[in-house]
């Protein structure tokens, strides 16, 4: 059988070995996605890697998916790592386990950690650093068979792993079936579509090979195969090798003659070769023989000999019998002949789709009751309670109590290993079995916070129920919220309002009432035209100001409220939201994201930024995938409004990743756009056309955030010269933005836009009159980016004479106080171009010898390209653009050359700040370059001290 799966491999063979050797001599890591159909010979490639990678000398980590196993959290992790960290010495383990890899003590099993995981985005984190570290000491092989039935949480953490692997001496070897692409499969699809993925897919086997093997067959007994013969096989199996070796052993064991008049009989014989194989076997054995295959393939490959026999209801001594006997047939993998203890040797089948014959011929019934027996006889043994629990969930409900005992500790369990979908599936068991009436409550409850993790959709009949069930009038509330909140997420605004006015009147405890009045207003940016809840809003405001969660979430909420008016009082209102610590750990992301990051970075308010990167970092430490994505989105959004381009294209690629593993259909819009915005900004159309697809906003009937994708999309448009659908585009998030009460051009400045598209069709009145508008907006509020966009854009739309250069001037000089480097970087360069056709060349070659400067330190090529076509018009020669010193870094470089001076190494660094060690190189190579040095010795000399 080997010989058959290895004809005709010799490109799979020779990447795999190339692959194997770049990870082990280069540190180049790499993922190798084997993909095929059932049998076409993927494990066997599998087995070969996994010798080349011994023979290199690389650490081979093996695990192998199961159908049955895809509801045990992180199983796959688990076979990959707990060997190996098992093995190991107590010193070794704890430098395995230090720093950032701490949280991947709750995965691997009950012996390594006795505190929980935390969030989910911690697990992944700390097993990246886990596996870092174990590949730090001698290259890694990670080899997976049938991936495409890997545990969704392992999947994640693949998926987490393979974008981070350009600098690790690890390989990731994967085979795997083909699968649709939807969203149920979506983390194989990022780990199949990342642009380091190398694919192999392996053929069928030619005519010419299947005559080599068929041949081979009857050879031994002195018997040539007719051509028409070989041509059946072939047919029969469609050249796949498993098939095809199955085949042949049943014609040779129901000895049908290789002549070209059987071939009807071969045609006949291969769809159901393996089954027929099977079963002709099986009929040959004992009975003891099939009880025991029966119960393998109930409990599952790497099943011990003494767990199958007693599920069997067989002797040991006779399953040990039966485990030679179908391992001589083929049936079973072969064992080692000598074990110290044999009741303890675990068995598998030779193939999936061996067991796949088995457990078919099984009734519905008979699975029921032999997964029911399963539970028992696994109990007895000591296995694992999530172990159970995934037998559990293949049995009718009987309103057994120690099924509901069972499903509730594998909830826990998966749970404190940060796998809030597997408890999801155990919760939702666990309710129908069902549980005792005093335990429905706290079942509910779980199954709503589990799937407010998920999948919003599925906590909403739970939390239902729960608010039904309670008489806790706090815990009522709390839940009532808690729907809400799901409600609003899904688009069902008046019912999301129905709940949280009956909470409302239920609850008496203040804080309770301001958290739900919060809620309430958290509506708008969902559904527009509640002016019911601006109003409201105006009565909250003359509450007291107390301390709370409660009283905090009703800040940030006035905050959003104010801001989107373009009161700058909303600034007041999300200071004091920033300093209620409750909000950062009392899951108040929808909050945070809303009331405290968008105004204060909309105001360019740089207090924002240590908020976010505490965000950030409690979401490695201890939160979750969903608490990630908008932190990581709003540094981007902040850094890419001060112009550095590359620092905001990292934290919006993270987010970007994190919405599509979790699945944050909300995020789409926010990421979308701000990506977009970016790429336009670097001169990539076509990546912005692509990011704004990504967001899945088609401008009809979409959530709130649909303004920044039309503002985008009408960015977009107007830089293709398409000015007619531009202007619509951008006229459609006005109104859009007004509908939710919104009028701050700092979020949304579609009047600028609108005029820039106006000019564009040369109505320029009526583009004077929309930037004249934003430029009153823009005051109002007081920020300058956005004053200092809307002067810009009000200079350019009334000309060059000296009203228009005042404008552009007065912009100029609000920017040179903020922030916004790339606003700045544009005024000047239109300040320049305005002076030029003015006469004024040799000052206008000063704004814009500046403009460009700063445009190329900010990386927005289109802007350097026009102003320095612009300073080559005034005569000039541009000079050469490098810039130097401590003003020169970005903000990521900053953050690692303060690191690297306090003495901590790269590794350390890239764990502080969430990166990978290749990132923190770069950042150093580009920090030595600027500041003139050759040494991190030599960083703190140079350095600006930041506080």
């Not at 071939?263 to 025991?292: C, F, H, N, T, W």
């Not at 790339?822 to 000052?843: C, D, F, N």
Request: charged share 20%; net charge negative.
């Amino acid at each position: 059988m080997a010989t058959s799966v290895l004809l005709e491999r010799e490109d799979e063979l020779l990447v795999l070995r190339r692959t194997i050797q770049a990870a082990k001599d280069d540190a180049k890591g790499a993922t190798i996605l084997v993909e095929g159909s059932a049998g076409v010979g993927k494990t066997r490639l599998l087995k070969e890697a996994r010798e080349v990678a011994h023979a290199l000398g690389l650490q081979v980590l093996a695990a192998y998916s199961s159908e049955l196993e895809q509801e045990f959290a992180f199983g796959i992790v688990r076979q990959l790592l707990e060997p190996v960290v098992g093995e190991t010495d107590s010193q070794q383990r704890a430098d395995w386990f230090s720093g950032a890899a701490e949280t991947a003590e709750a995965v691997l099993g009950s012996g390594f950690a006795s505190h929980p995981a935390g969030g989910d985005y911690a697990v992944l984190h700390g097993l990246y650093w886990l596996v870092s570290n174990v590949a730090s000491d001698s290259p890694v092989a990670l080899v997976i068979d049938d991936l495409q039935w890997a545990d969704p949480p392992s999947l994640r953490f693949l998926a987490y792993l393979v974008h981070r692997l350009e600098d690790l001496p690890i390989v990731v070897i994967a085979a795997t079936r083909p699968w649709l692409s939807d969203d149920n499969n979506r983390l194989l699809d990022m780990i199949s579509t990342d642009q380091a993925t190398v694919h192999l897919r392996p053929y069928p086997l030619s005519l010419e090979a299947t005559n080599f093997l068929v041949d081979g067959t009857f050879t031994k007994e002195g018997t040539e195969a007719d051509e028409d013969f070989v041509v059946a096989c072939h047919d029969a199996t469609a050249g796949n090798p498993l098939l095809l070796h199955q085949l042949l052993q049943v014609v040779q064991h129901e000895g049908i003659e290789p002549v070209g008049k059987n071939a009807s009989k071969v045609l006949d014989l291969g769809p159901q070769a393996i089954s027929r194989y099977v079963s002709s076997r099986l009929r040959e054995l004992s009975q003891s023989s099939e009880r025991l295959a029966e119960s393998i393939a109930i409990l599952g490959d790497g099943v011990q000999v003494a767990v199958a026999a007693e599920h069997a209801n067989i002797p040991l001594n006779e399953a040990l019998r039966s485990v030679q006997d179908l391992s001589r047939v083929n049936i079973l993998a072969g064992v080692a002949a000598k074990q110290v203890d044999p009741a303890r040797v675990r068995i598998s089948f030779v193939h999936p789709l061996v067991r796949a014959a088995i457990y078919g011929r099984l009734s519905p019934h008979t699975l029921m009751l032999a997964h029911g027996r399963a539970v028992q006889v696994l109990m007895a043994s000591g296995a694992e309670t999530e172990r159970l629990g995934v037998h559990v969930l293949q049995t009718l409900p009987s309103g057994d109590s120690d099924v509901v005992r069972i499903l509730r500790k594998a909830a826990d369990e998966a749970l404190h290993r940060g796998s809030p979908d597997i408890a999801y599936s155990y919760l939702r068991r666990c309710l129908a079995e069902p549980p005792p009436s005093d335990q429905r409550l706290e079942v509910l409850i779980q199954i709503g916070r589990c799937a407010q993790l998920l999948n919003l959709s599925g906590s909403v009949e739970p939390l239902r129920e729960a608010i039904e069930l309670s008489k806790d009038p706090v815990q009522r509330a709390i839940i009532s919220s808690q729907l809400a909140g799901a409600l609003q997420f899904l688009n069902q605004i008046p019912e999301a309002l129905k709940v949280q006015k009956v909470g409302l009147l239920e609850a008496h405890d203040e804080d309770v009432r301001r958290y739900l009045a919060a809620g309430m207003l958290a509506n708008l940016p969902f559904d527009p035209g509640h002016k019911d809840l601006i109003s409201y809003a105006d009565e909250l405001e003359q509450l007291e100001f107390r301390e709370g969660f409660g009283a905090g979430a009703l800040e940030s909420m006035l905050a959003m409220v104010r801001s989107w008016q373009g009161n700058p009082v909303g600034l007041d209102h999300a200071r004091r939201a920033m300093l209620n610590e409750q909000l950062s750990t009392m899951n108040g992301e929808i909050f945070l994201t809303l009331g405290v990051w968008q105004p204060l970075l909309a105001g360019d308010c740089e207090e924002v930024f240590p908020l976010l990167d505490e965000a950030i970092s409690r979401s490695h430490r201890t939160g979750s995938v969903r608490a990630l994505a908008p932190a990581t989105d709003h540094r981007g959004l902040g850094r890419l409004r001060q112009g550095y381009l590359a620092d905001a294209e990292a934290d919006l690629n993270v987010g970007k990743r994190v919405i599509e593993a979790a699945n944050i259909q909300i995020g789409r819009p926010f990421n979308g756009s701000f990506r977009a915005d970016l790429y336009m900004s670097q001169g990539r159309l076509d990546d912005a056309q692509e990011a704004l697809q990504w967001s899945r906003i088609s401008g009809t009937n979409d959530p709130g955030a649909a303004y920044f994708v039309l503002l985008s999309r009408a960015r977009l448009l107007r830089l293709k010269k398409q000015f007619n659908p531009a202007l619509a585009t951008a006229f459609q998030a006005g109104r859009r933005f007004s509908a939710h009460s919104g009028s701050n051009p700092a979020m949304v400045p579609w009047k600028s836009e609108a005029a820039l598209c106006l000019m564009a069709l040369n109505r320029l009145e009526e583009a004077r009159q929309y930037a004249e508008d934003e430029v009153d907006d823009a005051r109002r509020w007081g920020a300058s980016r956005a004053l200092g966009r809307a002067l810009r854009v009000a200079g350019l739309a009334i000309g060059n004479c000296e009203n228009g250069i005042n404008l552009l001037m007065e912009s100029v000089s609000v920017l040179a106080k903020s922030p916004a480097r790339l606003e700045y970087a544009i005024s000047m360069i239109k300040v320049g171009t305005a002076l030029y056709h003015q006469g004024k060349v040799r000052e206008a070659q000063e704004y814009l010898r500046r403009g460009v400067e700063l445009a190329d330190a900010c990386g927005a090529a289109p802007l350097v390209k026009n102003g320095t076509f612009a300073l080559k018009e005034t005569g000039a020669r541009p000079r050469r653009i490098n810039l130097k010193g401590p003003g020169s870094l970005t903000p990521s470089e900053i953050r690692v050359a303060e690191l690297a001076a306090a003495g901590a190494i790269n590794r350390e660094i890239a764990q502080s700040l969430f990166v990978t060690v290749k990132t923190v190189e770069v950042h150093l190579t580009s920090v030595y370059k600027k500041l003139g040095i050759s040494s991190r010795a030599e960083i703190a000399g140079k350095l600006i001290p930041t506080s």
